[in-house]
């Protein structure tokens, strides 16, 4: 890599990454990291276990995300050259911390997709039943690696739209259970109102410990809300469009989060909510909207469609930036940028890899699958906790570098770090997650080993 983050061309075709990002592209982008297929059909469980305190989770979770977001955008924009936060964790922790990080991200990326291909299958055979589960998943990821292959307009284009699916649906619910409220709607469940958030065993029915056991959840859904430190080297703008981006994520987790959960457990009392179904086809369903399952079936293809375009995005840049420094020549070649502007190997491999691993969910005990989309997801504790201490290592030797300041830090950051410890504790409380976290643990032990034996050009 170049002295400014950027990748030394290795051949005559090969390019620095190109700005093809605009404004929209990366405040959509934000947008979609921050809101997956959970709110659509995990927030119904959650609610189960935290009842309206659920609010108070997201609220919670949100402040400290957009903290974690902050101490990432005070670092960056002292270089929009950088092509991530592994870049960061690189330079101001050491090559060690940014292998394991790396390739923790890496390998995350890839099983969020592999889960996302699986689930686009299910989801489908709502409308296909007889349709073999692998050929949407198949069909989605040939059709998002040629746009990944293009330019990254087009991925950053296709992604502006899968949002915007998600978008509409979530104001949508908003806007029509905020007229529910108004007009006091009478529901099968009786009269919608606000007062129904605290009627039914009060803000906290379940206590603190129900509240606790509901963070993980809550936390790993807000996964993917740090992709915005993935585009920065191909931002037009980056000095004003990163931040802007950062800045406007507590605005985004108050209107969707906060909010769509608030309306759902105004019309519906949280204990009639069922844990496995979708609260969103409940209310389309109970007021009337026909086909209100088909709507929400389709927003849920689509957002796993954009978790899918995003981890293609963030496996072949991750994937290039890993190799390039490698001192074995056919790992670097990994890493080539082609004429295009993109990573196309790198793009490649990722994408060979979600799709093996899609086919490899057929031959393997379920609880495989779920244990591997566990580790991912809590993997990104760890991710997220490297970024801030990469953030406080990064204030001690640069104190006045950025004009990006995190507001509050140093006291921010260990506040951050506290509640991911406290997020790790709560997930002792079920076995689900406690499987999860050990798994996690040994899976960073490995990398933490095999960095050892890591060497790269300097």
Same mark, same amino acid.
């Given at each position: ?25 990366? $405040? ?5 990291g ?30 400290i995300?957009f903290? &974690? ?6 670092? &960056?924009?002292t270089?929009? /050259?950088? /092509?991530?936060?592994?870049?960061l ?5 050491? /090559?060690?911390?940014?292998f394991?990080?790396?390739?923790a ?14 689930a686009i ?10 349709l073999? $589960?692998?050929? #949407?998943?198949?069909? =989605?990821?040939l059709?998002?690696l040629?746009?990944n ?10 992604? +502006? ?7 509409? *649906?979530?104001?949508?619910l ?8 108004l007009?006091?709607?009478? =529901? ?17 029915p ?7 056991k509901?963070?993980?959840?809550v936390?790993?859904?807000? *996964? ?6 993935? =585009?920065a080297?191909?931002t037009?703008? #980056?000095?004003d469009?990163?931040?802007?981006a ?6 985004r987790i ?16 949280w204990?009639l ?5 979708s609260?969103?086809v409940m209310?389309?369903?109970d007021?009337g909207i026909s086909?209100?399952a088909?709507?929400i079936?389709?927003?849920v293809?689509? *957002?796993a ?17 890993l190799t ?12 080539h940028?082609s004429?295009?502007?993109?990573p196309t190997y790198s ?10 691993? *899609?086919?490899?969910n ?11 989309s566990g580790v991912?997801?809590t993997?990104?504790l +760890? ?22 300041k995190?507001?509050w830090?140093p006291?921010?950051d260990?506040?951050?770090l ?7 504790? =709560?997930?002792t409380m ?6 999860s976290?050990?798994?996690?643990l040994?899976w ?5 080993i095999a ?8």
């Amino acid at each position: 890599m170049a002295d400014n983050g950027g990748h030394q061309s290795t051949s005559k075709d090969s390019n620095e990454l190109q700005r093809g990002l605009t404004n929209r592209h990366v $405040q959509m982008i934000a947008l979609g990291g921050a809101i997956g297929t959970g709110l659509f059909l995990g927030s119904g469980e959650s609610i189960h276990l935290a009842g309206p305190a659920i609010i108070l989770g997201y609220l919670i979770t949100g402040i400290i995300c957009f903290w &974690m977001m902050r101490a990432m955008g005070e670092m &960056m924009m002292t270089n929009v /050259h950088y /092509h991530s936060f592994v870049d960061l964790i690189h330079k101001y922790w050491g /090559h060690r911390a940014g292998f394991v990080i790396g390739w923790a991200y890496w390998a995350s990326w890839i099983a969020i997709a592999m889960a996302e291909l699986t689930a686009i299958g299910v989801y489908i055979k709502l409308w296909l039943p007889g349709l073999p $589960q692998w050929i #949407p998943g198949f069909i =989605t990821i040939l059709i998002l690696l040629c746009i990944n292959l293009i330019t990254v307009k087009a991925f950053g284009e296709v992604e +502006f739209w899968f949002a915007l699916i998600k978008i509409v *649906a979530i104001i949508a619910l908003i806007v029509i259970g905020i007229g529910l409220m108004l007009f006091r709607y009478h =529901t099968s469940a009786g009269v919608a109102t606000p007062m129904n958030l605290v009627n039914h065993g009060g803000f906290f029915p379940n206590g603190g410990y129900g509240f606790l056991k509901s963070l993980p959840m809550v936390v790993f859904a807000f *996964a993917g809300v740090e992709m915005v430190g993935m =585009t920065a080297a191909e931002t037009q703008d #980056p000095e004003d469009v990163i931040p802007r981006a950062i800045n406007n994520i507590p605005v985004r987790i108050l209107i969707f989060y906060i909010g769509s959960l608030a309306v759902i457990m105004s019309i519906f009392p949280w204990n009639l909510l069922n844990a496995n179904t979708s609260p969103f086809v409940m209310v389309f369903k109970d007021i009337g909207i026909s086909g209100a399952a088909d709507i929400i079936n389709f927003v849920v293809i689509t *957002a796993a469609a954009s978790s899918c375009n995003s981890a293609l995005f963030t496996t072949g840049r991750m994937l290039s930036e890993l190799t390039y420094k490698s001192t074995n020549p056919k790992i670097r070649w990994i890493s080539h940028i082609s004429r295009f502007q993109v990573p196309t190997y790198s793009i490649l491999i990722s994408a060979i890899l979600i799709m093996f691993s *899609a086919v490899l969910n057929y031959f393997i005990p379920g609880s495989v699958f779920t244990l591997i989309s566990g580790v991912s997801t809590t993997s990104f504790l +760890f991710i997220w906790g490297a970024i801030v201490v990469t953030h406080l290592i990064f204030c001690k030797k640069y104190p006045k570098e950025s004009s990006f300041k995190m507001p509050w830090s140093p006291i921010s950051d260990y506040l951050i770090l506290i509640f991911f410890a406290i997020v790790m504790i =709560t997930m002792t409380m079920r076995e689900s997650t406690l499987i999860s976290l050990v798994a996690t643990l040994v899976w960073m032990l490995i990398l933490v080993i095999a960095s050892r034996q890591h060497k790269e050009i300097e």
